[in-house]
Nanobody, 123 residues
Framework: QVQLEESGGGLVQAGGSLRLSCAAS????????MGWFRQTPAKAREFVAG????????FYGDAVKGRFTISRDNAKNTVYLQMNSLEPEDTAVYSC????????????????WGRGTQVTVSS
């Protein structure tokens, strides 16, 4: 089993930046992926970014391309999401997930989920 814990959320003004962290505990193996999704009461869960740990390949949702960067630290079993040029529409609960199946942008391919961290962008 893998446990995931997100941190780094908070309140930021439009145009600002935040960096989210997701620390994984427990055993991981193979070419697993870690991803970030976001969700609001009014919108379905949306793929934000993902990374394959063996290849370091990264993927982004259309809404965040050019603004967000996902990265990993294998030694710490941690994935980061650097969020720049934040907009009010980025406000959501951001959840970290881990899984082994493709495609990386499909939530059903993830087996483990963190509880999420709130990101609020004010205008």
């Amino acid at each position: 089993q893998v446990q995931l814990e997100e941190s780094g959320g908070g309140l930021v003004q439009a145009g600002g930046s935040l960096r989210l962290s997701c620390a994984a505990s427990g055993r991981t193996f193979g070419d697993y992926a870690m991803g970030w999704f976001r969700q609001t009461p009014a919108k379905a869960r949306e793929f934000v970014a993902g990374i394959r740990f063996r290849s370091n390949s990264t993927f982004y949702g259309d809404a965040v391309k050019g603004r967000f960067t996902i990265s990993r630290d294998n030694a710490k079993n941690t994935v980061y999401l650097q969020m720049n040029s934040l907009e009010p529409e980025d406000t959501a609960v951001y959840s970290c997930a881990a899984g082994y199946r493709s495609p990386i942008y499909w939530p059903n391919n993830y087996d483990y989920w963190g509880r999420g961290t709130q990101v609020t962008v004010s205008s």
